[in-house]
Structures are given as structure tokens and as C-alpha cells.
């Protein structure tokens, strides 16, 4: 009985059937070229993955209130181009500060979506879409017509991305950090808990005392301040700042959470379940180049392909956990 109730509950939670496939596809990837289950190869896929991986913590605020934005990486190419305009121009070197302002600027855009958004009504797709080509404007206007900041320009904060602490790389040390700040703030701090309770029912927040306006303003804010920490990132893993970087990107920030199990409706969602999503599709990315046998041009297909699988999977997943709730309600 105990054993059968151990599999019940695996099978039913959707991080733990996550974890199980993320093991499953390492294992499966390591047997076909071993060269893979090395801890150089783990480090550099987090660390070329950082982006979305730090990006899909905002993206997971976001969809919990029923939301979306597909302005985030039009965001991050204006902060990290403007970042990198700034250390060319010799304004700005220390690495802290970097960071900060790319940040502040990926907080003002933040701000502006999410008050076009609770303010004046606008549907997030409609919102976020004219955001996107506004601020990816914004990084080819100051960086002069579409010019890029070479690695030589960057002085030391190229050497971020390659630099460690206590054996890891600083890059997934922001990544690490990140993601327990999300886990406690989502999980133990009220603000967390009214995110979900506004996802829910936004109706039912709002009678009991939950500004939902204010919440929405929140999410899209701190979507914008990790698009800005996702531009420095990404400046420093590359060592180059350009106004396209990252373009058509946002949609593996979304993928990332929908195969965590995170709701498109709202209300359903969690940090364990977007750190899984973003793993696996890291995991897409690093491994298909290392088997001898597969294509670069199939990396789209199977990201699509695995997509749809999970997606069905939660959906199933979902109906099998409203049914057994039915019955426990009728018992």
C-alpha cells in the first residue's frame, strides 16, 4: 500500500514527473556521448542559459495573474545596449553598478507595461507587443543606428562571465540566488500568496481586500527588473552588447513556464515547476549538438514536440487531480 501510494504521489505532481523526465533525458543523452556527463558541460549550459532561467522567474509572476509579455527581450537588448553603451563611453565601470543601472532601466520599462496594462485596460498581448518594438527602437537608437559594443569595449566587466566564486561561475551564482529569493518570496511572503490568490479569482481578491490593479503593476514590474539582470547577463556571458540580442527569445521564457506546469489562465504555478521547465529546454539546447545523429535545424521541432507532450500531460494531469477533489467532496 505504502509503495502504491509513493507512485500515486509522484505521478501526481507535476514538478516530480518533471524532475523524473529532466533525469530521464540526461541519462538517455549521456549514454548516446558521455562527454556530456561532465560538470564543465553542466556549467556551461546553465551558464549560456542564464537568461531564461533568471527571465522565466518574472514570466512565472506574470502568467500567475493571468498575464503575459512579449516585450521582455526587447527590454533586455535596451538595457544591456545601453549598459554597454555607457562602459564604452567610459561612465561607468564598476561591475555592481553595471548591474544596478541595467536593472533601474529594466524597472522603468517594467513600470510603463504594467501601468498601460492595469491602468488603462489594455489587453497584455496588445500592451506588450507595441512595447516590444518601442524598446528594441530605444537599443538601436542609442546604440547609433544598430552599432555593437565589441568585447574590448566592455573593459573588465567582460570577465564577469567567465569569472568564479567558490568554484562556480558568478553567473550561476545570480541564477542560484535568484531563485531561492523567488522560492521564499512565493511560498512564505503575503505578496506572494495575493500574486495566486488575484490568478485565481481575481473577482473574490478584490472582495477581500487585494488591490488587483496594483498586483498586476507589481508582476510586470519585476518582469521588467530581471529582463534588465537578464541584459547584463547577457552582455557579460557574450561579451558584446547589440540591439538585437536575444530577439525571438521571449518565447522560450514562455515555453520554459508552460512546461513547468504553469497556467496560461492564471492561478497555477511554481518556482520548482519554472526552474524544471527552463532546465529542460537548456537541456534541449546543450545536448542535441553533442548526438552525432541529430541536426541543429531539428532543435525547433523537438522544443515543440515536448512542449505539446507536457502541455497534454498537465492538462491530464489537472483533470485527474478536479476529479479526485470532486470525489473526496462528495465522500
Known amino acids: 500500500m505504502e509503495k502504491k501510494s ?4 509522484i505521478t501526481g505532481s507535476r514538478e516530480a ?18 562527454a556530456f556527463l561532465t560538470p564543465k558541460q553542466f556549467s556551461n549550459m546553465l551558464k549560456n542559459n542564464a537568461v531564461c532561467l533568471v527571465m522565466s522567474l518574472g514570466m512565472l509572476c506574470v502568467m500567475l495573474v493571468g498575464g503575459i509579455d512579449i516585450s521582455i527581450m526587447s527590454t533586455l537588448a535596451f538595457a544591456g545596449m545601453a549598459i554597454g553603451v555607457l562602459i564604452k563611453g567610459g561612465y561607468i565601470s564598476n561591475t555592481f553598478l553595471i548591474f544596478l543601472i541595467a536593472m533601474l532601466i529594466g524597472l522603468g520599462c517594467g513600470l510603463l507595461v504594467g501601468f498601460v496594462i492595469s491602468r488603462a485596460d489594455v489587453p497584455p498581448i496588445i500592451a506588450t507587443m507595441g ?5 528594441r527602437a530605444l537599443g538601436y ?10 568585447a574590448a569595449e566592455l573593459g573588465n566587466f567582460k570577465n564577469f562571465g567567465t569569472s568564479r566564486f567558490l568554484g562556480l561561475n558568478c553567473v550561476i551564482w545570480i ?6 529569493i523567488f522560492f521564499i518570496f512565493m511560498k512564505w511572503f503575503p505578496l506572494g500568496r495575493k500574486i495566486y490568490a488575484v490568478g485565481s479569482n481575481p473577482e473574490a481578491a478584490e472582495v477581500s481586500g487585494i488591490n488587483v490593479k496594483n498586483m498586476k503593476l507589481l508582476v510586470y514590474t519585476i518582469m521588467g ?3 534588465g539582470l537578464g541584459g547584463a547577463i547577457n552582455v557579460a556571458v557574450y561579451a ?11 518565447m522560450d521564457v514562455i515555453a520554459a513556464c508552460v512546461i513547468g506546469g504553469v497556467s496560461m489562465s492564471g492561478g497555477r504555478g511554481s518556482v520548482v515547476g519554472a526552474l524544471l521547465g527552463a532546465l529542460i529546454l537548456a537541456l534541449i539546447a546543450k545536448a542535441l549538438p553533442l548526438i552525432p ?3 541543429q535545424l531539428w532543435l525547433n521541432t523537438i522544443k515543440g514536440i515536448i512542449i505539446l507532450v507536457v502541455v497534454v500531460l498537465n492538462v491530464i494531469l489537472q483533470r485527474m487531480a478536479d476529479r479526485n477533489a470532486l470525489k473526496g467532496r462528495e465522500m
Open 6 to 9: 509513493a507512485i500515486k504521489k
Open 17 to 34: 514527473l518533471l524532475a523524473l523526465i529532466l533525469i530521464a533525458m540526461i541519462v538517455l543523452v549521456g549514454i548516446i556521448n558521455p
Open 131 to 135: 512595447f516590444q518594438y518601442i524598446f
Open 141 to 150: 537608437l542609442i546604440s547609433d543606428g544598430g552599432d555593437w559594443v565589441s
Open 175 to 180: 541564477i542560484i540566488f535568484c531563485y531561492i
Open 225 to 227: 527588473v530581471l529582463a
Open 240 to 250: 558584446s552588447a547589440m540591439p538585437n540580442m536575444q530577439k525571438g527569445g521571449e
Open 293 to 295: 545523429f541529430f541536426d
